[in-house]
């Protein structure tokens, strides 16, 4: 790990490229950081995981490919702590989000640094309205009304779906469900964004909106790891790491691991990026 040792003070802010841990007093440049992650589901007779290790650099953008059943939400899960709270399988390593342990740290200190949106958006989106649908996460922190919103205001505005804040989510296309799941987690201001295959089930039209959310976040310094075996987001990606039954077997920047053709078609991942 890249740290610098500072001195005095340190001035905290959420979307600076470094964070400090006001402990130590060390800066370190990583918003996430798996160290031999493995995890083995309850009722699993393999691991889902094995020995993941890799570091996102805050402000980055990680692709995680890999075809089905390689272990991709799995791993989302972990990165924001869903695993090991919610699902309580073998879990072994580390994952630290912005030096916090999340084996150590309970979920809902988690989610103020990080959030995820799942492929469906249904799962996220259970109020009568889209505002309810943002303004539940802001009440359940108990805060004021009027910064509630100005937050929704604001996500509204981000996400380009002003005009849907009194609709009802059922009533709403895909594309639009998406974005509205978007706006719920950026109501909360995480720092770091999981895609758990956000974009999978959407035509050309509603994965051009996400993208350009995701291309406005990018410019914000907000840290994002998509999960993406459609390779709809790959322009979005810094960084590319591919999953396959469990395992990292290759990772790198971007342009290489798509100039290498031969590659993608040998682990059958060439039509994810054709087109």
């Known amino acids: 790990m890249m740290l610098l040792k500072v001195s005095g003070p340190v001035k905290q802010n959420k979307r600076a490229v470094n964070h ?15 160290k031999d992650l493995s995890y083995t589901y309850r009722a ?9 290790t890799f570091k996102v650099a805050a402000g980055e953008t990680l692709g995680v490919v890999g ?29 630290t989000v ?26 996220q989106l259970l109020m009568p309205t889209v505002e309810d649908d943002i303004a539940f996460g802001l009440e359940n922190r108990k805060l004021q009304p009027e910064i509630i919103r ?10 380009g779906t002003t005009h849907l804040r009194h609709e009802n989510p059922n009533r709403l296309s895909g594309g639009e469900k998406q974005l509205i799941a978007l706006a719920t987690v950026l109501a909360m201001d995480p720092s770091i964004i999981v895609f758990d295959e956000s974009l999978s089930m959407l035509d050309q039209a509603g994965t051009e909106k996400i993208i350009r959310v995701m291309q406005l976040l990018k410019k914000r310094g907000t840290t994002m790891v998509l999960i993406d075996h459609t390779g709809k987001g790959h322009l979005v990606y810094d ?19 798509l100039a290498d053709r031969q590659f993608l078609l040998d682990h059958k991942l060439l039509s994810t990026w054709e087109g």
């Open 20 to 34: 400090c841990n006001l402990k130590t007093g060390v800066i370190n440049i990583y918003a996430l950081h798996v």
């Open 239 to 257: 960084k590319i790491s591919i999953l396959e039954e469990g395992k990292i077997i290759r990772r790198g920047p971007r342009d290489q691991i």
């Open 44 to 52: 699993g007779n393999r691991p889902a995981l094995e020995n993941i």
């Open 150 to 159: 100005g937050k929704i205001e604001q996500v509204l505005e981000l996400t």
């Open 67 to 95: 075809l089905n059943g390689s272990g991709k939400t799995t791993l989302s899960y972990c990165l924001c702590g869903i695993i090991p709270h919610y699902f309580y399988g073998t879990m072994t390593g580390t994952v």
């Open 98 to 123: 912005k030096d916090m342990d999340t084996r150590k740290t309970p979920l809902l200190q988690l989610t103020d640094e990080v959030g995820i949106v799942l492929q469906d958006p249904n799962v």
